[in-house]
């Protein structure tokens, strides 16, 4: 049972526009949210988290976005760039203890085309 | 500051063979967690170390282990190795418990077992 689900395997945007990449989650006890990036050879890279008592979340070109009725979170990029090109991962949690116990969706390669 | 750091970089192990996996992480953080990342099955928990004492665990089998030093280092072991053991084994660390700035992860080992 899939959890976290991230449906779009990957997403094509022109530089300078704007990305959006989507999450969608199952389990109504996540409270924590978290966007990674990933490039190849590397180990994921932390982007930007929400908390279930946000629904919005911004840090520089990065805004992260969560609908909880709709158990929905999207990360906008904007603007896009080039170097932004990478698999991008969104990961939930649990409060308390079970915070470091972090649930992966599956990944959207993002392509940023000059 | 030095990043997370994972021993050995690449592993080739046999069927049937055990394996012990290092994690050094950043200094002072006391969380850490390990993850397998396969094609097929994407990031997934396998357990969290904090202050010397498990304290999350993943829905693997008893053959994967885990432990956590006084000083934070954290050692993962996999016996009876199969070969869908084959994976890249990431190790992530945190102050705490993640929170805003999330699980900060190493490059990870790859295991291959032939």
């Known amino acids: 049972d899939q959890q976290v689900k991230q449906n779009s395997p990957s997403l094509s945007v022109q530089e300078g526009r704007i990305s959006i990449l989507n999450c969608d989650y199952t389990n109504s006890m996540f409270d924590y949210f978290l966007w990674y990036k990933k490039y190849p050879a590397e180990g994921p890279t932390f982007l930007i988290s929400?908390?279930?008592?946000?629904d919005k979340n911004e840090d520089g070109r990065f805004t992260v976005f969560l609908n909880k009725s709709a158990k929905h979170l999207s990360l906008h990029i904007v603007p896009s760039q080039p170097g932004d090109s990478a698999v991008y991962f969104c990961?939930?949690?649990?409060?308390?203890?079970?915070?470091?116990?972090?649930?992966f969706g599956q990944g959207t390669i993002l392509t940023v085309h000059p | 500051k030095a990043g997370v750091t994972q021993t050995p970089r690449y592993l080739i192990k046999t069927r049937g063979q055990q394996v012990t996996l290092s994690c050094s992480p950043i200094s002072g953080h006391r969380s850490v967690s390990w993850y397998q990342q396969t094609p097929g099955q994407g990031l997934q928990f396998l357990f969290e170390?904090?202050?010397?004492?498990?304290?999350n665990k993943g829905n693997f089998p008893g053959r994967f282990s885990g432990r956590q030093f006084s000083n934070s280092r954290s050692e993962m072991n996999v016996s009876t190795l199969e070969l869908g053991d084959s994976a890249l084994y990431l190790c992530?660390?945190?102050?705490?418990?993640?929170?805003?700035?999330?699980?900060?992860f190493g490059s990870g080992t790859r295991l291959t077992v032939v």
């Open positions: 990961a939930a949690s649990e409060g308390g203890t079970s915070y470091g116990k972090l649930t």
């Open positions: 929400i908390s279930s008592i946000k």
């Open positions: 170390y904090f202050s010397e004492t498990q304290r």
């Open positions: 992530a660390s945190s102050l705490g418990s993640g929170g805003r700035r999330g699980y900060t």
